[in-house]
């Protein structure tokens, strides 16, 4: 019944820059455990960005200057602001939510940065 739906993703140059979202419904009443993930050929999935237990945000250090997460609890929306993107950035992105005991996943939105 909960549904995570992501969008935003795409093809973008080098430098560029992208923004995804990822709109929570069914029963939740908070997003607060919510982060984005991200899975390159042949590597691990890994986390990117998320909300710490006390409201704060962590990033990968990756990542770290370049991207940024938000939210707007109104809307159960999380957003991820991806500026100055590399080819290894190239992936495919996953917002993930904890909530009443269980894990979601979103369906996941390739990004991928190419000349």
């Known amino acids: 019944q909960v549904q995570l739906v992501e969008s935003g993703g795409g093809l973008v140059q080098p430098g560029g820059s992208l923004r995804l979202s990822c709109a929570a419904s069914g029963s939740i009443f908070s997003i607060n455990a919510m982060g984005w993930y991200r899975q390159a050929p042949g590597k691990q999935r890994e986390l990117v960005a998320g909300f710490t237990n006390g409201g704060s945000t962590n990033y990968a250090d990756s990542v770290k200057g370049r991207f940024t997460i938000s939210r707007d609890n109104a809307k159960k929306t999380v957003y991820l602001q991806m500026n100055s993107l590399k080819p290894e950035d190239t992936a495919i992105y996953y917002c993930?939510?904890?909530?009443?005991?269980?894990?979601?996943w979103g369906q996941g939105t390739q990004v991928t940065v190419s000349s």
């Open positions: 993930r939510l904890s909530w009443g005991g269980y894990i979601y």
